[in-house]
């Protein structure tokens, strides 16, 4: 191989090299913001439970207030976490901790997953932004 050849192969191996290490990966791209106001549905197999809640970004997380269909509470949104898609709830509810697990879907403006209730109980949960 002559010296031209040589730094052609060289120069190629570094922009590759250069472009590889500096476009990042998907998983150290920046969380879509959540702050807003998004409405739900859980679906309990027996019924459709309506709800809607307004989340407030508080740094790393997310707090807010949820209410539903089924009566007048407003109930605190203690804790909402969203690592890559994935997003973890925590909420309190009058008869104990009601935890949602489930991920972003790629629009940013739309949510599935599973709400587990105080008691167990778990229900498929499905939300968009309003």
């Not at 509470?73 to 709830?89: F, G």
């Not at 972003?104 to 403006?109: G, I, M, T, Y």
Request: hydrophobic share 40%; aromatic share 6%; proline share 5%.
């Amino acid at each position: 191989m002559n010296m031209h050849a040589r730094l052609v192969m060289s120069a190629a191996a570094t922009a590759i090299s250069v472009g590889c290490a500096t476009a990042p990966a998907p998983a150290d791209l920046p969380a879509p913001s959540l702050a807003g106001h998004w409405l739900f549905e859980v679906d309990t197999g027996k019924a459709k439970t309506l709800g809607a809640m307004q989340l407030i970004a508080q740094g790393t997380y997310y707090q807010g207030t949820l209410t539903t269909n089924q009566g007048t509470n407003v109930l605190p949104i203690r804790r909402l976490t969203v690592q890559a898609r994935a997003i973890v709830m925590t909420v309190e509810s009058p008869n104990g901790e009601v935890v949602f697990r489930g991920a972003l879907d790629a629009d940013d403006r739309s949510f599935s997953g599973t709400v587990t209730y105080f008691n167990g109980q778990v229900f498929p949960m499905t939300g968009r932004r309003s």
